[in-house]
Nanobody
Framework: QLQLVESGGGLVQPGGSLRLSCAASGFTLDYYAIGWFRQAPGKEREGVSCISSSLGSTDYADSVKGRFTISRDNAKMTVYLQMDSLTPEDTAVYYC????????????????????WGQGTQVTVSS
């Protein structure tokens, strides 16, 4: 059974950092592009970052460029989101999602293209 489990969320002060992890099981991570999304209360789900399955190319939302870094370790079946210089506007539930794209450099920040989702992890940025 394909499963994604996020971890690493928590409470952090403005300017701080967190590293989120997305642990995959039940499928071969190499064949999937992975996206990170977030949803704040009263707002729509927003694509944050994504990484392709094959070449590991990446994309970021303008709001996080230069502050967030996505990476993957297929051997560990894990995708990471390093978040630096956090602001209160980054407060949200963060989700990872998987989109089957075998041997492809395709990636997208569109949530409707992802087939599998984790349960989310809360990130709160506050002093």
């Amino acid at each position: 059974q394909l499963q994604l489990v996020e971890s690493g969320g928590g409470l952090v002060q403005p300017g701080g950092s967190l590293r989120l992890s997305c642990a995959a099981s039940g499928f071969t991570l190499d064949y999937y592009a992975i996206g990170w999304f977030r949803q704040a209360p009263g707002k729509e789900r927003e694509g944050v970052s994504c990484i392709s399955s094959s070449l590991g190319s990446t994309d970021y939302a303008d709001s996080v460029k230069g502050r967030f870094t996505i990476s993957r370790d297929n051997a560990k079946m894990t995708v990471y989101l390093q978040m630096d210089s956090l602001t209160p506007e980054d407060t949200a539930v963060y989700y990872c999602a998987a989109d089957r794209q075998s041997y492809s450099d395709y990636k997208t920040l569109r949530a409707d293209e992802y087939d599998y989702w984790g349960q989310g992890t809360q990130v709160t940025v506050s002093s």
